[in-house]
């Protein structure tokens, strides 16, 4: 059995990352941090997981004694305590955004705050790094836009075919975390569509940075809340360079994905409630228009494979675990 810690427990990626790794076949949890709730059973905070022994506990990030620590903590926070864990010989999961550029000073300008602890890390998108993230030490778990965003792009790129990219996400209300604010109080969200952070939202460079490592393309997105709870549904717009039927960006596709045990290239138009609880992407609802742009679409649940099923999936890999375990989950519908 390995041991794992999951700090920021009582939030909602915390709770995500409890939920499947309570079921973890190999997997003993031996802390559930929480500064808030220390000594309360973590069913208080999330009803449904009861019966299952486990209280938080407000335990400093240096007295944690594991084999590898989820940080499931804001942007901000994870730069002061992730260098701490790691410095203890601990591996690391970090679910914030800290450690996902490769230049700080693209992080500083799009977050708006100094970097306390650069550090190198592996960006944590197993369909890109799967040989990288199991021998990292250090694995930034991709943010949930990015990760729906570059699994519809990744084939395309690949190929070549594009070299401007626009991307409309419309996200479920979970995405903002535990805290209610403005935006996410219901009066404000239910029975309304949000455009947020127009050209200015931090996944921008984020999509970029991995999009353009492949080849030169340019991309844009906008992020739009909508009133449902979990799910991300993402259309790209991708101006193709070349004439080139549907039919054959769609056989690329499911080529591109045939081995990936999360990426679904499916016949129908995906919706997010196909994969709501589960750590699958879907992709389709291909269509080339006369002006040569062809629409793509995903979805995914952002605190699954936006975040927590995502972050197991690479524990999964880091400690040599079959990629799957504890995550057959295949979701629910309606
Ligand atoms: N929600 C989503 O869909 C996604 C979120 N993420 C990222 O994952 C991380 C966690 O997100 P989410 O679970 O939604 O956030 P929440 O706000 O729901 O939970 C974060 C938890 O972290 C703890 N925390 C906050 N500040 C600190 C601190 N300074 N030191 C230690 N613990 C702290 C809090 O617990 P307590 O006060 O009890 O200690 C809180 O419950 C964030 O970086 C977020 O951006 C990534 C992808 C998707
Ligand atoms: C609805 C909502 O507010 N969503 C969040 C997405 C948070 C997330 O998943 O991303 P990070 O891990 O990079 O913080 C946002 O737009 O900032």
Redesign the pocket.
Known sequence: MAEVAI??A?????GELLRFLIKHPNIEIVAA?????DGVPIHKIHPHLQNTGLKFKNIDPEDIDADLVFT????G??M??VPKILERGIRVID???DYRFDNVEVYEKWYGIKHEHPLDAVYGLPELYRDEIKKADLVA?P??FPTGAILACLPLVHKNLTKMIVIDSKTGV??????PSHMTHFPECSDNIIPYQITTHRHTPEIEQELKKISDVQVSFTPHLIPIIRGILTTVHAFLEENIDVEKIEKIYKEYYSNEPFVIVIDETPEPSAVRGSNYCHIGGFGIDKNNRLVVISVID??VK??SGQAIQNMNLMLGFDETEGLDNLGLHP
């Open positions: 700090v920021g009582s939030g909602y990626t915390g941090a929480s500064r808030k709730h499931a903590t804001p942007h926070a994870s002061k305590i679910l914030s955004g778990n943010g949930c979970s995405g903002a975390g535990i805290n952002n605190l936006g975040a």
